[in-house]
C-alpha cells in the first residue's frame, strides 16, 4: 500500500497526525525549486501537497495540480493515482465529500490499473467510510466488504481488523447489533493479539456502545472502562471524550443524571480542545436531552440550538434526526406551539431520507453474497455430511419417532403462529398510534388556522360595518354644510370630502383582504376572480383563471384553505418570479381537486423552500396538509415555475 493511501485511510480513522512541522515543508520546497522534470519532482509534489492539506488547503490543490499536469506529461500513472488520493483527502478535510468520492473513485481505478490491491483496497475502504457519514449505508457496506475480501485475501490482519471495526460501526448504525459484535469481536481478537493498545481501544468503546444501545449497561460499563483505562496510558483527548460521552449516556440510561451531567461537561470540555465538532454536535444533543427530561426548557433549547449550528457547518445532516425531535420537545415544553410545529413539520419531510426497506434489503443480500463466497467450501463438504447423516436418520427411524416429529412441527406451528398474531398486534397498535399522534397534529393546527380566520372574518365586518359606516356618516355631516360655507373655504370642504372617500376605499380594500365577501356570499370562483382581476388592473402582469372544469361545492372551510393557498402561492410569484403570465386552473374529477398555478418567470431551485427563513412556504405546506392535499414544486432557473395540489373532498 503506498504512503498516500495509507496515509488517507487513516485520516478516515482518526488516526493520523496532519502536520509534520514547518521545517519539513521548507526543505521540501527548497528541494522543489532544483528538481528536474522527472519522478523525483512528483514525489516532492506529492509529499507537499500531503504536507500541506491540513493546514493550507490552497497551497495542498496546487502542488496536487501541478503532480497532475507532471504525471499525465511522464505518463508516470502512479503519480497521477495519487494526485488525486490528495485531491480526496482535502476534500474530506474540507467536508466535501461527494468530490471526495469522486476523486478517490478515480484514484481506485488508476490504482486498479496499476494492479495495485492494497492501494485499491484502502481506497474503497476510505469511500465506505464516507458513505457511512452521509447515511448511505448500502454504499458503505459494500464498499467495505469490497475491500475486507482484499485484505483476507492477502492475510493483512492490521488492515483486517480495522475493516471489521468499521463494518461493526456500521451495523451499528443500522441498529443490527449482533451483526455488529460480530465484526467488533473479530477486530478485537486480531488487535489485542497484535498488542494495537490505540485502536482495540476504540474497538472497546464501539463494543461498549452495542452494549449501552441493547440497554446492557453493566457490559457496556466494563467495555468503556477498559478503553478508558489503555487511553488514559496513551493520553489520547480525543478518544478520552468519546468515551467520557458514552459512559455520560450510560449513566443517563440508569436515571443517575448528576453523574451523567458530570461526565457529559467533562467530555464536551475535551472536545473542544481538540475542535471535535461531531463530538460537540452529538454531546450538545445528549446534554438538552438530558436538561429537557428534567423540565428546564430553557438549557436544553441552548444546547439543542447549539447542536444545529455545529451541524450547519458540516455536511452531514444525520445529526437532525435526533436535534428535530429534542427542540420539539423543548418548545412544547415552553407551550410554544408555533416553533414545535415548525420542526415537526422539518423533521417529517428529514424521515425519509434515511435507512429504509430497501437499503436494508440491499445490505442483506451484499451480506449474504459475500458470506457464500467466503464459505463455498465448508457448505459444499457440510451439506454432503449432513445428506449423509439425514440418510442414516432416516433408515433407522421408527412409528414412535415419527409421531413426536410431527407433535413437534405442529407445537412449532402453533407457537411461531402465536408469536406472529402478537407482532401483528403490536405493530398494528403502533401504526394507529402513529395515525392518531398525527391526527391530531393536524387538529390542533387546524383550530389555529379556524380560529385565525374567524379573527380575520370579525375585524373585517367590524372595519366594514363600524369604520365604514362612520365614515359615510361623517361624509353625510360635511356634506351638509356645502350650502352655508364661504366660498373661499369651498376648497377645505372638498379636500374634506375627498379625504374621506379614500379613507372609505382603504377600508373596504382592507377588509376584502382580511375576508373577501365574495368568498363568504358568493364561493371561492368569484373570490379568485376578484383576485385575479385586482391584479390585472395593475398592467403590469396578466392573470388567467381557468375554472371550466370545476363543478364541485365546498365546504365553506374548504373553501378558505384553498383561496389562502391561491393567495399566498399568486404572491411568492408576484414578489420573486419576474413573469409576464401567470396561469390558474381549477378543475375536478368526481371527488378530486386539482388546482395547477404556472408561471413564466425566473425560476428558482426548489431545494431553497427548506432553508427559506420566511413563513410564505411553510403557510402553504400547512394549509395543504389540513386539507389532506399533496403538492408538487417544478422550477428551473429560467424556465418557470409549476405548482400543482391535488386534495379529496
Not at 306 to 322: I, P, V
Not at 566 to 584: D, G, P, R, T
Request: proline share 0%.
Amino acid at each position: 500500500m503506498g504512503k498516500r493511501i495509507i496515509l488517507a485511510f487513516l485520516v478516515l480513522n482518526s488516526l493520523l497526525a496532519f502536520s509534520q512541522g514547518n521545517k519539513i515543508i521548507d526543505s521540501l520546497e527548497t528541494c522543489l525549486k532544483s528538481a528536474k522534470e522527472d519522478t523525483n519532482k512528483i514525489k516532492i509534489l506529492d509529499d507537499l501537497s500531503w504536507k500541506n492539506a491540513s493546514v493550507d488547503s490552497k497551497k495542498a490543490e496546487k502542488y496536487a495540480l501541478e503532480q497532475l499536469i507532471l504525471s499525465k506529461r511522464l505518463g508516470f500513472v502512479k503519480g497521477e493515482a495519487n494526485a488525486y488520493v490528495n485531491f480526496g483527502s482535502i476534500c474530506y478535510m474540507q467536508n466535501n465529500f461527494p468530490n471526495a468520492i469522486k476523486n478517490f473513485n478515480i484514484a481506485y481505478e488508476l490504482k486498479s490499473k496499476l494492479k495495485d490491491r492494497v492501494g485499491a483496497a484502502g481506497l474503497i475502504n476510505n469511500i465506505g467510510m464516507i458513505y457511512k457519514l452521509q447515511g448511505n449505508y448500502s454504499e458503505a457496506i459494500r464498499s467495505m466488504l469490497k475491500a475486507l475480501k482484499i485484505f483476507e485475501e492477502m492475510n493483512d490482519e492490521i488492515k483486517m481488523a480495522s475493516a471489521y471495526n468499521n463494518i461493526g460501526i456500521v451495523y451499528q448504525e443500522m441498529k443490527d447489533y449482533k451483526s455488529s459484535l460480530l465484526y467488533l469481536n473479530k477486530s478485537v481478537k486480531i488487535r489485542a493479539k497484535l498488542k494495537e493498545n490505540e485502536t482495540l481501544s476504540g474497538t472497546y468503546l464501539n463494543i461498549g456502545n452495542d452494549y449501552q444501545l441493547m440497554k446492557q449497561y453493566n457490559d457496556a460499563l466494563f467495555y468503556y472502562e477498559k478503553a478508558l483505562n489503555l487511553q488514559q496510558k496513551i493520553n489520547d483527548q480525543y478518544t478520552i471524550a468519546r468515551i467520557l460521552n458514552s459512559m455520560a449516556g450510560t449513566f443517563k440510561a440508569q436515571n443517575k443524571n448528576d453523574l451523567a451531567l458530570q461526565y457529559y461537561l467533562k467530555s464536551n470540555d475535551l472536545k473542544e480542545k481538540v475542535g471535535d465538532i461531531e463530538g460537540l454536535i452529538s454531546g450538545n444533543i445528549s446534554l438538552g436531552d438530558l436538561y429537557s427530561n428534567k423540565g428546564n426548557s430553557k438549557l436544553a433549547l441552548e444546547y439543542f440550538k447549539k447542536a444545529l449550528e455545529l451541524t450547519d457547518t458540516t455536511s452531514s445532516k444525520e445529526n437532525l434526526k435526533f436535534i428535530y425531535p429534542g427542540l420539539i420537545k423543548a418548545y412544547k415544553l415552553q407551550n410554544n406551539y408555533e416553533l414545535a410545529l415548525k420542526y415537526f413539520f422539518l423533521y417529517d419531510q428529514l424521515k425519509d431520507s434515511f435507512f429504509n426497506e430497501t437499503m436494508s434489503k440491499q445490505i442483506a443480500e451484499m451480506q449474504t453474497k459475500y458470506d457464500s463466497e467466503k464459505n463455498e467450501i465448508e457448505k459444499a463438504k457440510l451439506q454432503k455430511e449432513n445428506e449423509i447423516k439425514e440418510l442414516k436418520i432416516s433408515q433407522q427411524k421408527s412409528e414412535w419417532k415419527f409421531l413426536l416429529v410431527l407433535f413437534l412441527v405442529i407445537a412449532f406451528v402453533i407457537i411461531l403462529s402465536s408469536v406472529f398474531i402478537v407482532l401483528r398486534y403490536k405493530q398494528k397498535q403502533k401504526a394507529e398510534l402513529i395515525k392518531e399522534s398525527s391526527r391530531q397534529e393536524k387538529l390542533r393546527f387546524k383550530a389555529v388556522i379556524d380560529s385565525e380566520e374567524r379573527e380575520r372574518t370579525r375585524i373585517a365586518k367590524e372595519l366594514h360595518d363600524g369604520l365604514g359606516q362612520l365614515l359615510s356618516s361623517a361624509k353625510l355631516n360635511i356634506s351638509s354644510l356645502e350650502d352655508g360655507i364661504e366660498k373661499e373655504d369651498e376648497y377645505l370642504l372638498k379636500n374634506s370630502l375627498t379625504i374621506i372617500d379614500d379613507a372609505v376605499k382603504e377600508v373596504r380594500s382592507i377588509s376584502h383582504n382580511l375576508m373577501p365577501t365574495a368568498l363568504t356570499n358568493y364561493g371561492i370562483i368569484e373570490a379568485v376572480n376578484g383576485l385575479v382581476s385586482k391584479i390585472n388592473d395593475s398592467k403590469q402582469i396578466q392573470v388567467n383563471f381557468n375554472k371550466e372544469n370545476f363543478t364541485t361545492n365546498l365546504e365553506k372551510e374548504t373553501e378558505i384553505a384553498l383561496y389562502r393557498i391561491i393567495q399566498e402561492v399568486m404572491n411568492n410569484m408576484l414578489k420573486h418570479s419576474k413573469a409576464k403570465e401567470i396561469e390558474i386552473h381549477l378543475s375536478n374529477i368526481e371527488n378530486s381537486i386539482e388546482l395547477k398555478i404556472k408561471d413564466n418567470g425566473i425560476g428558482f431551485d426548489t431545494r431553497e423552500i427548506r432553508n427559506s427563513k420566511g413563513i410564505g412556504w411553510q403557510n402553504i405546506y400547512s394549509r395543504v396538509s389540513m386539507i389532506n392535499g399533496k403538492i408538487m414544486i417544478n422550477s428551473q432557473i429560467g424556465k418557470g415555475t409549476d405548482v400543482q395540489i391535488n386534495f379529496n373532498v
